[in-house]
């Protein structure tokens, strides 16, 4: 029986998302080599710097000894086709290996390709093909899609909080609103993302390691962004502090500190993330507290919102949204997602932009 | 084909609904005679003083023609037994009509008869089969039973908010918080509740009518409990003045009227409830505001909770729960309940005791 070609494209995505957490900034890419109906060669790009998806499933049939001429190739993402790079660039590769059709999931919107890879490949008679699972492949790589367009980091607001939309009771405590079923969501989101941007509060108060753990065992040491006045971190003995080297710092406060990234904030969070994505920051989780979120939100700055909701009452403490001014509720600011359940008798509302 | 004794139960059930909003303060019942295996009466209780369901069902079937001798018959609810009533007991009726076999879904709480109708039935030789669709008999009068045991109004609290948990803006304004479609629902509840119970200051921004409408039309005229300063009705033109004789008026004032049924308000909720119930008020859809809902929760007295939550942030404005005292977030209050999700973006928060 004769496999589909949708099915080859699901196993190229598949290999692609073994990148997760270890090639930004570039994105993650699969690849699979078919002929005769067989699949003849895996790839996946694994960390930056290493060989592309295209490679690796080249190299993958050719030490099985297989014959890649007139074979078929199914890319996530668009072969690269430009030179400034370590790497020749795949669409030679492709060309010179005589492969004769290639299925492309996503277009890659790197000005420096976008496109320009499939004329490539066209213009020296290779059947292409593209689209086959496109939103489920651009969706893999929307942080990387953001950055290499914008040169900002893709943001991703998470916040937990109770049914009466509290984030912290008035006594500062935030441990824990989720069940450990949410915390443990959460945490696995960690390792998607580049960094985790928290405010001075949260920091003080909770004194977060802001990395990603498995366990006990931390697998990831993300990039850390605080926001406050770098003046209060004198003295402490915070655990981000064992990592000054992955601290990035926006400064609200006059003092400067020289040990640490920092950065003077002004108010504009679009500068400020031009800063860190000047800094290779490609993405963030931000995880509160609530005047970073509430801020983000008002100035409409954020990529994707996950909030997740317990079914607790507190009574008192911040909200998610603090807002200065007292609007009519036909003013309420509206937010476009949908809901998911878990398992635990709470919910999260997803808000994708 | 032989029809399944659960799908005859079904079919009583769906009967049994059709004296919702009618009935009260007695339950919905329904009944079906069969003999076989073929339908041959059909009944349900119409209203407060009609024939029981079985009566209905007994008597449709003899207008029918039908020799009702040992056919079997389907109640949703255990057939009464006691004298004190206009109409005879039930029981009899089955005894005389020679009916063999009875399935009951559900027993009656009621003191008067709480398991006697059914041991009656044995007594005098019929075989009786109780529990089939129990939970879903059970549902179905969760309102009598519980006035029927404690004399006291079912309360079914219903919240519209915002997703960052406030009820009503900084201005005052809760129109509209939700869509037409959770709006419809809430509506639809009211005709399920005898009486709809807000506070002095949703009363005054808001001046409802507290009746249930189908379109402009006004299908029920629910009783309307108020509670707050009657001080303050002085000289307003409320809608609800329009029929004084339906409202029920907990003052927390020192002044009294004479025209209104009012009762002290002594911050007693258990003993305001009491006096409702000494009034024929079976069960209350509590519409807020947020105080008169926020003592509810705190003293836990509610039956049931629906807190609709529209993905909206308002900023400013009246949480759900307005408390006092300030927690650590692991002495919130946990509610026990489900999600369901609407169609409109919203979802709904659904606690039951």
Not at 16 to 37: H, Y
Not at 110 to 117: C, D, H, I, L, Q
Not at 125 to 131: K, L, Q
Request: hydrophobic share 35%.
């Amino acid at each position: 029986m004769k496999t589909e070609p949708i099915s080859y494209m699901r196993r190229a995505l598949e290999l692609a998302k073994k990148g997760l957490g270890t090639v930004a900034p570039n994105p993650m890419v699969g690849a699979l080599l078919i002929k005769n109906n067989n699949v003849i060669g895996e790839g996946y790009h694994k960390q930056k710097g290493g060989p592309h998806a295209e490679v690796a499933a080249i190299e993958d049939a050719e030490k099985s000894g297989e014959n890649i001429e007139d074979s078929w190739l199914f890319c996530t993402l668009e072969p690269c086709c430009h030179l400034n790079k370590l790497t020749p660039p795949c669409t030679d590769l492709i060309i010179n290996k005589k492969i004769s059709k290639v299925f492309v999931a996503c277009l890659d919107p790197n000005p420096e390709v976008a496109g320009k890879g499939v004329q490539k490949l066209r213009d020296h008679g290779i059947e292409v093909e593209v689209g086959l699972l496109e939103k489920e492949a651009c969706d893999l790589n929307k942080v990387f899609f953001k950055y290499i367009i914008h040169k900002k980091p893709y943001l991703h607001l998470k916040v937990a909080m109770t049914l009466d939309g509290k984030m912290f009771s008035q006594t500062g405590s935030s441990k824990w609103i989720t069940s450990e079923v949410a915390r443990k969501e959460v945490h696995a989101l960690r390792k998607h993302y580049d960094g985790i941007w928290v405010g001075m509060n949260t920091l003080l108060n909770d004194d977060p390691s802001l990395n990603t753990r498995d366990g006990e065992k931390v697998i990831k040491e993300n990039s850390k962004v605080i926001i406050g006045d770098i003046q209060k971190l004198r003295d402490s003995k915070l655990k981000v502090m064992n990592h000054k080297d992955k601290v990035y710092f926006l400064n609200t406060g006059f003092e400067e500190r020289n040990d640490i990234n920092s950065y003077s904030f002004n108010n504009d969070f679009n500068e400020a993330l031009d800063w860190l994505g000047a800094n290779g920051i490609t993405s963030l989780l931000v995880e509160g507290g609530s005047k970073l979120i509430s801020g983000l939100i008002e100035n409409d700055i954020y990529d994707e919102i996950s909030i997740y909701l317990a079914p607790k009452l507190i009574g008192n403490g911040s909200s998610l949204y603090e807002s200065e001014i007292n609007f009519d509720m036909e003013r309420a600011k509206e937010l476009k997602g949908a809901w998911r359940l878990l398992d635990s008798n709470e919910a999260v509302f997803e808000v994708k932009k």
